[in-house]
C-alpha cells in the first residue's frame, strides 16, 4: 500500500526560502511519478511540479526558476525546494504519486495517492 506524509510547512517571510518533504512508502520497487500540487479554498488543486520514473521533471509556469522538485531514493523521500517565495504561493501542498506507463498526470484527478498537505503561508 502506498503511503505518503507531508512536512516542513510553516510561514515565511516574501523573498524567503522553505523546503517541504514528502516521506514515501511502498514505490520503492514500481515506476511511479511523484508529484507536488497546491490547493487554496475555494479554488482546484493545481500541480507544481512532478518528477518521473526517468527523472524527467516538469513545473507549472508559476514557480519555474523559483521551485525545485526532486527525490532521495534512499531516504525514500521527495522534496520540493521553493525560493524566492510570493505571497501568492499560500496554500496548502500535497505530494502525490501515481503509477505511469510514459509521463506523469499533471491533472490530480489523475493521481491515486496522496499525502494529507503541509500548510506554506506567505507575508508580504
Known amino acids: 500500500q502506498v503511503h505518503l506524509v507531508e512536512s516542513g510547512g510553516g510561514s515565511v517571510q516574501a523573498g524567503g526560502s522553505l523546503s517541504v518533504s514528502c516521506a514515501a512508502s511502498g514505490v520503492g520497487h514500481s515506476s511511479y511519478c511523484m508529484a507536488w500540487f497546491r490547493q487554496t479554498p475555494g479554488k482546484e488543486r493545481e500541480r507544481v511540479a512532478t518528477l518521473d520514473s526517468r527523472w524527467s521533471k516538469n513545473y507549472a509556469e508559476s514557480v519555474k526558476g523559483r521551485f525545485t522538485i526532486s527525490k532521495d531514493n534512499a531516504k525514500n523521500t521527495l522534496y520540493l525546494q521553493m525560493n524566492s517565495l510570493k505571497p501568492e504561493d499560500t496554500a496548502m501542498y500535497y505530494c502525490?504519486?501515481?503509477?505511469?506507463?510514459?509521463?506523469?498526470?499533471?491533472?490530480?484527478?489523475?493521481?491515486?495517492?496522496w499525502g494529507q498537505g503541509t500548510q506554506v503561508t506567505v507575508s508580504s
Open positions: 502525490a504519486a501515481h503509477p505511469v506507463d510514459n509521463f506523469c498526470p499533471v491533472g490530480f484527478r489523475d493521481y491515486w495517492y
